[in-house]
């Protein structure tokens, strides 16, 4: 009994950090997402820093891992997406619609390894079948900041809760992950904000 009220206040705990975490970072980006061209430059050296963390594993390393494996931990504490998260807090006193618009503009994500992925309607993956599909970098900022989030809230997970959840392909997500990161910043690459930094 006491394990259980000492679990419930845990948790209770962690979730209202989380909500004053969030809290702040609204905060933190409101000022910065008021200037269209600071905010799409930080976006593109965060999606730039997070292709460069990818272009140095072996996807094929992380084949049929546990997702709390010391492997992806590691490589998890590398990526960033603080900027990315960030996109979402979206508030009516700073709505910046000429962000949004930008950030609507389609690209196009590679399927090279045949391991693509698309979220259905009721929020299944499904595996694509298509050399490639089209996706705004809105869509494809979300598809990272969830698998992301998500991966490494699993990675913190003892061995004995993954009983309750179904295998995880890491090495799957890992490229659907490098390859919206690739797609954004070809799209940015063309942005007037990004033309002069674009590498």
Do not use: H
């Not at 979206?90 to 399927?111: A, F, H, I, Q, W």
């Not at 698309?118 to 996706?135: H, M, N, T």
């Not at 392909?169 to 007037?192: A, C, E, G, H, W």
């Amino acid at each position: 009994m006491l394990n259980t009220i000492s679990s419930a206040v845990d948790i209770g705990s962690k979730s209202a950090d989380f909500i004053d975490t969030l809290i702040q970072k609204v905060e933190k980006y409101k000022t910065l997402k008021q200037d269209t061209t600071a905010y799409l430059r930080m976006l593109y050296i965060e999606v730039i820093m997070n292709i460069e963390v990818l272009n140095t594993v072996s996807f094929d390393s992380f084949t049929g891992i546990s997702p709390n494996d010391p492997k992806i931990k590691a490589l998890l504490a590398l990526i960033r997406i603080d900027i990315a998260e960030s996109v979402f807090y979206k508030t009516s006193d700073n709505p910046n619609t000429e962000l949004y618009d930008r950030l609507k503009r389609k690209g196009k994500v590679n399927n090279r390894s045949n391991e693509l992925t698309k979220p259905k309607s009721d929020g299944i993956d499904v595996k694509v079948k298509q050399r490639f599909i089209y996706e705004n970098i809105l869509q494809a900022i979300a598809f990272v900041v969830t698998k992301i989030g998500l991966m490494k809230m699993y990675a913190e997970l003892p061995n004995e809760d993954f009983v309750v959840i179904k295998n995880i392909n890491i090495k799957s997500r890992l490229i659907n992950i490098y390859q919206r990161f690739l797609m954004i910043k070809t799209v940015m690459d063309s942005f007037d904000e990004i033309k002069e930094m674009a590498r």
